[in-house]
């Protein structure tokens, strides 16, 4: 098992900026993938972006690419999503998951074992 705690999300103005961690216990961190998504009101939990075991490897969804910047520290076991250039349509609840390491990159939400329990981020106008 892998517990996962998100925080850092909160308010801010568009244009602004926020770093989202993901602290995680239990199993050994570094033996996973992690993976962001986000989800708004009435929607559907969306992929954000992906990160490595290793952190070499990373991939963002094109909504985000640019602005957003994931990342992870294997010695703290946390992982870290830095956004920039917020928009209001960024505002969602963020979720980190982690999963077992696969052949091609995992974007859909099942294929992540553990989940946070989210925080809430939102960008005013």
């Known amino acids: 098992q892998v517990q996962l705690v998100e925080s850092g999300g909160g308010l801010v103005q568009a244009g602004g900026s926020l770093r989202l961690s993901c602290a995680a216990s239990?199993?050994?961190?570094?033996?996973?993938?992690m993976g962001w998504f986000r989800q708004a009101p009435g929607k559907e939990r969306d992929f954000v972006a992906f990160?490595?075991?290793?952190?070499?490897?990373?991939y963002y969804a094109d909504s985000v690419k640019g602005r957003f910047t994931v990342s992870r520290d294997n010695a703290k076991n946390t992982g870290y999503l830095q956004m920039s250039s917020l928009k209001p349509e960024d505002t969602a609840v963020y979720y980190c998951?982690?999963?077992?390491?696969?052949?091609?990159?995992?974007?859909?939400?099942?294929?992540?074992?553990?989940w946070g329990q989210g925080t809430q981020v939102t960008v005013s106008s």
């Open positions: 998951a982690a999963g077992v390491d696969r052949i091609t990159i995992p974007t859909p939400a099942y294929e992540y074992d553990y």
């Open positions: 239990g199993r050994t961190f570094s033996r996973y993938v």
């Open positions: 990160i490595s075991w290793s952190g070499r490897s990373t």
